[in-house]
């Protein structure tokens, strides 16, 4: 088992610059979640997806954050344009239906400038 | 919405015991969890409680009152790895996330000292 992947662990980019985060779900977990964590206010959910629909956005900060989920193996996490403010470790996660474990990835280190 | 608090930091010595409480507000119960996370690394899962009472796994244990919105996580013989924040994190029926996201608390960092 792989875990949950992501990519990439690090990036830096100007600010007004488009982001792209990739993650890769546990084969057979059915549940992706986005996380972002930052000193002043923890980890905090973004977007849950469930069978590759999105459930709840509510979390996603503006309209400069997106997420798909294409299929049950991809999602990604796009921030257009990239603010200095959205600087902070973005973390997914996948469940599977009836274990009630989550299963984080490494997360991604994103550092706008 | 849910409140989740827990201290902010705390030191305790190699080979002791220490207690992190967790006390939360949420209006539809559904689960209580602990996570470890080392710097710079990903949460790791710990324990789940979703009835009463205590859940024992190894050197960790897990406590929870549902009535009181009160959990801890007790670690015994502690050892210097077990440096690292731990995270209280709680499912709610009606919170955002279709009610299986998890709303954290900001997390205890735990130093042990030798």
């Known amino acids: 088992d792989a875990g949950v992947i992501q990519s990439p662990r690090h990036e830096v980019t100007e600010m007004g610059q488009e982001v792209t985060l990739r993650c890769k779900p546990i084969?057979?977990?059915?549940?992706l979640f986005w996380y972002r964590q930052t000193m002043m206010r923890g980890l905090e959910l973004l977007i849950y997806?469930?069978?590759?629909?999105?459930?709840?956005d509510s979390g996603m900060p503006e309209d400069r954050f997106s997420a798909k989920m294409p299929n049950a193996s991809f999602s990604t996490l796009k921030i257009q344009p990239s603010e200095p403010r959205d600087s902070a470790v973005y973390f997914c996660?996948?469940?599977?239906?009836?274990?009630?474990?989550?299963?984080f990835g490494s997360g991604t280190r994103l550092t706008v400038v | 919405g849910q409140n989740i608090d827990q201290p902010t930091e705390m030191t305790a010595t190699e080979g002791a015991i220490v207690q992190i409480n967790c006390t939360y507000q949420?209006?539809?119960?559904?689960?209580l969890f602990w996570y470890q996370q080392h710097a710079g690394e990903a949460p790791t899962f710990l324990s789940y409680?979703?009835?009463?009472g205590l859940e024992e796994k190894g050197r960790f244990s897990s406590f929870l009152s549902r009535s009181k919105g009160y959990s801890y996580l007790l670690l015994k013989e502690l050892q210097m790895k077990d440096s690292a924040s731990y995270l209280c994190?709680?499912?709610?029926?009606?919170?955002?996330?279709?009610?299986?996201?998890?709303?954290f608390g900001k997390g205890t960092h735990l130093i042990i000292q030798p």
């Open positions: 409680n979703v009835l009463d």
């Open positions: 949420t209006s539809g119960f559904n689960g």
């Open positions: 084969s057979g977990h059915n549940s």
């Open positions: 997806f469930n069978n590759n629909v999105p459930i709840d």
């Open positions: 994190a709680v499912r709610d029926m009606y919170s955002g996330g279709g009610a299986d996201g998890l709303t």
């Open positions: 996660a996948s469940r599977s239906s009836g274990f009630y474990g989550y299963t």
